[in-house]
């Protein structure tokens, strides 16, 4: 060291806290403008029907997807997600994304009706229903692209 002296740095504990790991601090604003490019991005890539589904109105899924900042034992984090469920209480958004395989539909009640209004218009009732599956429509993932070069 030149002249024989040495650098000294005090880290005031408490401010390094709230920046790296505070809800106002400069990571948590990233995180957060993070989290809304990602959602925007996957509402923009969410399938949306004319019709709705399920029995639930058209936009369903794309009007619940969202950020929320959470902070675990590592630190901070943000987490885009849809709580978007099926009318059996089943991630909705999740099936979307990576698609079904062909299952079985019952009725709630045991001695109820499954109905829903076909492609025709017409309302159709069935005890059972032998689904084929749904194919995959990614849209959370293909949004993580979004935060390339942002």
Not at 7 to 18: G, K, N
Not at 35 to 53: D, F, L
Not at 114 to 119: T, V, Y
Request: net charge positive.
């Amino acid at each position: 060291m030149a002249g024989g002296r040495g650098v000294h740095v005090d880290f005031d504990e408490a401010e390094l806290q709230q920046l790296l790991h505070g809800p106002d601090g400069p990571v948590a604003r990233h995180l957060a403008r993070c989290g809304e490019i990602v959602t925007q991005g996957a509402k923009r890539r969410a399938p949306v029907s004319s019709r709705g589904s399920g029995g639930r109105p058209s936009g369903y899924l794309r009007s619940k997807i969202g950020w929320q900042l959470g902070r675990d034992a590592i630190g901070l984090y943000v987490e885009v997600a849809s709580p978007a469920r099926t009318p059996q209480g089943e991630p909705y958004g999740l099936f979307v994304e990576v698609g079904t395989r062909p299952h079985v539909i019952r009725p709630k009640n045991p001695n109820g009706w499954l109905r829903w209004a076909g492609s025709d218009g017409k309302v159709h009732l069935a005890k059972v229903v032998h689904h084929p599956g749904t194919r995959a429509q990614p849209h959370l993932r293909p949004a993580l692209e979004d935060l390339r070069g942002a």
